[in-house]
């Protein structure tokens, strides 16, 4: 891969976490003042903020919330085994606005396939973006706003916690009513 088409990864003055989350916070703030002021589709009761940044295998991601989303932001240790689309390499992006949802690509973390969104900026390098809300109006406040999300990993983990207790019962049922139907109906 050339440096024309390799991916940029975070300045080096950002290898600590704390570092990173500040200029997370910093770049946003900066794009909300420069680029986004006036939109009223923003909800300005809402801070820009990060939460929860960890280390998932070679990732640091992090929860972004600001005036207008609520996003996972993924920045690589190294750069990925992932092929950056055309005109999204540093160069082509250096004096390119500022786009909430780049161009979509397909990755896998956790031994799970996932698709976020690539995003570029010259200091945080390449990174991608999975959406988690895009309409931040409802919400009074950043708290308001991780209690709904809170509130969705709830029940999406009671689902996947039913899904797991039934689908062994569906399966079995679904056999049954299959073999009762070749059955002769005196046998019943």
Known sequence: MTSETAWRLCAEDLAEDQALSAAVVAIHERLLRETLAGDPMLNMALPIEVRALRRVEDWRVLL??????????????????????EGWSAAERADAGYLVLGPRLSFDLFGQSQQ?????????GHYLLQPLCLSMEPYRDADAVFERWSEVIRVRDENMEA??????????????????RLRPANNE
């Open 64 to 85: 972004l919330l600001t005036p207008w989303m609520l996003a996972r932001l993924l920045f690589p240790d190294r750069a990925p085994p992932l092929a950056l689309p």
């Open 116 to 124: 976020a969104h690539l995003g570029y900026h010259e200091r945080l």
């Open 163 to 180: 899904a797991r207790r039934d689908c062994p019962m569906q399966k079995e049922i679904s056999r049954r009513e299959l073999f009762r």
